[in-house]
């Protein structure tokens, strides 16, 4: 009746096991280390820069715990702080040779002490966040305005190609704000462009307006939809460039997130410098198109064996490599819409491929079908410096989508893709909040939520074990193996330990215990009744199911809507919320009853348990009496 069969205490022990492996890397603490990133667009942290790394701390007598490539980062570990400041330097002269124009950031940074082996089982322990770690916060205000009159004056610009190409005449077209009007001599003209732009620029709505005896007005307005999307777009842009730039800063676990409809919210542990913080974070990135310059005296100037020819620029390719181009710009960043990867659909390589409006249309087409078979550079310029993100060769006359390809991986595309798409912020952004939080505060934070923990589960502890003796030692373990399943998950996921989640953890705690009451009284209840000790159990158990189960899941309910609509610390505390709501039930239900079976299970006439004060009526004495 109350026996497991051996695969149930397999899982039990899997589940023990595994929470016992990706809890244990949380109490290691963190160590000194130097974390190596990209610091230019066109730099990609790979195999290559790690075995870099690894050659100039052996090079300068420097030994590392280990020296390994973490997403988009080379981080190296130390024992003491003195070898990483030493380290650091090692590894910032063999990376910059030139100190003025640094290729890679090269960062002091912390990070686990749990041994090489329980990372090699991606067990690592839980980030740590702002209120925690220290660092600093901002709230950044995005200018919707602005984005707004960017799509304005782009649609004005399509409007006079479209308006060209069918040959129709207007008297001018003006902007109103983020309207945009255009005159007309006659009323015939108005109703032909009105259908034309009608076809070919539906985010656009049209309306004719007459003032008195004056030219009759076509006047177009972004639909609500279309101007929500414009919006939306802009916002999503700027959180992308924004994680691209904060990669520079070192922080391993930034939180760049939206808030509300036009705010941005930027968390960034462990950085202290606010203003450098703010320097990188505000920077502004702008996109050139430029032809390269092929002559003979180019090809010698970037072979270094004669001078850049006049009204020409030397820059440096992906590879390493010089290139010239010329100074005169054919096209910005301001006229590209977007750029996605793809693939060729004839020889199946990966491409990207760039949308520009219609100034950038005409443009496009104009030169390249002047310069077929010529070299046309991309490059992205960065607090004055520029960098080659790609020269392509042109094919063909291009319009207003076209792709460029070239020996290029699909990640390599996806990249190119990302950085054209992304190099600059869509909107000007403004900070509204700021906060630092020092390392001390973290860590007196951290004692204290730790505490908070410590002393409500000795207290429950102590109560269950008072009042419910041998029951109320399963419910303590089945309540810690819950907490180290939490634990666990969390480490898992590699979620964002704040302030909040404690709290949330602390709250488990109490709700979690509520389970084993539910079961331990309903034991009782069973024994009052004249049941025997076994079928008391195992009715117990069974009875005290439904109500568990109701209870949890109207609470998962609650908690789900926060994780939905919530944010920022409402949304880190949901999430803890939820996965102790389910690791509760697991615990409180599954393994305290395995616990239970093991200990009575195999008493075939089992006489009392040991579940507290049991008062049940006599029928002769009128007494009570009690079962232990």
């Avoid at 900070?431 to 860590?443: N, Q």
């Avoid at 923990?453 to 008072?466: H, W």
Wanted: proline share 5%; aromatic share 6%.
């Amino acid at each position: 009746m109350n026996r497991y069969p051996w695969w149930k205490y397999a899982i039990l022990a899997i589940a023990l096991v595994i929470g016992l492996l990706y809890t244990l890397p949380n109490f290691y603490g963190e160590a000194p280390a130097v974390q190596v990133s990209s610091g230019k667009a066109t730099v990609k942290i790979d195999p290559a820069v790690t075995a870099r790394v690894e050659q100039a701390l052996q090079q300068a007598g420097v030994k590392p715990d280990f020296v390994q490539l973490e997403g988009n980062s080379v981080r190296a570990r130390f024992a003491d702080t003195d070898t990483q400041i030493k380290a650091k330097d090692a590894v910032s002269k063999a990376l910059n040779p030139d100190p003025a124009d640094p290729g890679y950031i090269v960062a002091l940074n912390l990070v686990s002490r749990s041994p090489a082996w329980l990372a090699r089982i991606h067990a690592l322990p839980m980030f740590l966040g702002l209120d925690l770690r220290g660092g600093v916060h901002f709230l950044m205000q995005v200018d919707m305005k602005s984005a707004l009159a960017k799509k304005a004056e782009s649609v004005s610009s399509d409007m006079r190609t479209l308006l060209r190409d069918k040959n129709i005449r207007h008297t001018g077209i003006a902007r109103d704000g983020n309207a945009v009007e255009v005159s007309f001599r006659d009323a015939e003209s108005r109703n032909a462009a009105r259908n034309v732009l009608g076809d070919n620029l539906p985010e656009m709505a049209w309306q004719d307006v007459q003032e008195g005896a004056g030219d009759p007005k076509l006047r177009g307005t972004l639909k609500p939809e279309s101007a929500f999307k414009v919006q939306e777009q802009a916002l999503k842009q700027n959180i992308t460039t924004l994680h691209n730039r904060v990669n520079e800063l070192g922080t391993s676990e930034p939180v760049i997130q939206q808030q509300g409809v036009d705010r941005v919210v930027v968390q960034l542990p462990g950085v202290q410098d606010t203003a450098r913080a703010k320097d990188i974070i505000g920077r502004t990135a702008t996109l050139e198109l430029r032809m390269v310059n092929e002559s003979a005296e180019a090809q010698a100037a970037a072979r270094g064996a004669g001078p850049v020819p006049f009204g020409s620029e030397r820059f440096v390719e992906r590879g390493g490599q010089p290139l010239i181009v010329f100074r005169q710009v054919v096209l910005t960043g301001d006229n590209l819409s977007d750029a996605q990867p793809g693939f060729d659909g004839q020889t199946h390589e990966p491409t990207v491929n760039l949308t520009v409006d219609a100034k950038g249309a005409r443009i496009i087409r104009d030169v390249t079908r002047d310069n077929v078979g010529k070299r046309m550079a991309i490059l992205l310029f960065e607090r004055g410096k520029g960098e080659v993100v790609t020269a392509p060769v042109i094919r063909s006359e291009l319009g207003a989508r076209f792709q460029i390809s070239g020996r290029m991986t699909t990640a390599e595309a996806t990249d190119t893709a990302l950085l054209l798409r992304a190099g600059s912020l869509a909107a000007p952004m403004e900070i509204i909040e700021e906060k630092t939080i020092g390392p001390a505060l973290g860590a007196e934070n951290i004692a204290k939520g730790f505490h908070s923990v410590t002393y409500g589960f000795a207290a429950i502890a102590l109560f269950m074990c008072a009042y419910y003796l041998l029951f109320g030692v399963f419910s303590t373990v089945a309540l810690g193996f819950n907490l180290l399943l939490l634990v666990a998950v969390l480490s898992m996921l590699q979620a964002t330990l704040t302030l909040p989640g404690i709290a949330a953890i602390a709250l488990t705690l109490g709700m979690a215990i509520d389970a084993n009451v539910l079961i331990n009284e309903r034991v009782r209840e069973e024994l009052r009744g004249g049941a025997p000790p076994q079928a008391a159990i195992a009715a117990g158990y069974e009875r005290a199911w439904g109500t568990i189960l109701d209870s949890n899941i109207t609470t998962l309910i609650a908690g789900l809507a926060l994780l939905a609509f919530g944010s920022g610390p409402v949304r880190g505390f949901a999430v803890v919320h939820c996965l102790g709501i389910l690791t509760s039930m697991f615990s409180a239900v599954v393994f305290s009853r395995g616990l239970v079976n093991l200990w009575y299970g195999r008493q075939k006439r089992l006489k009392s348990v040991s579940i507290g004060q049991v008062w049940k009526p006599q029928a002769d004495a009128g007494r009570p009496a009690t079962e232990n």
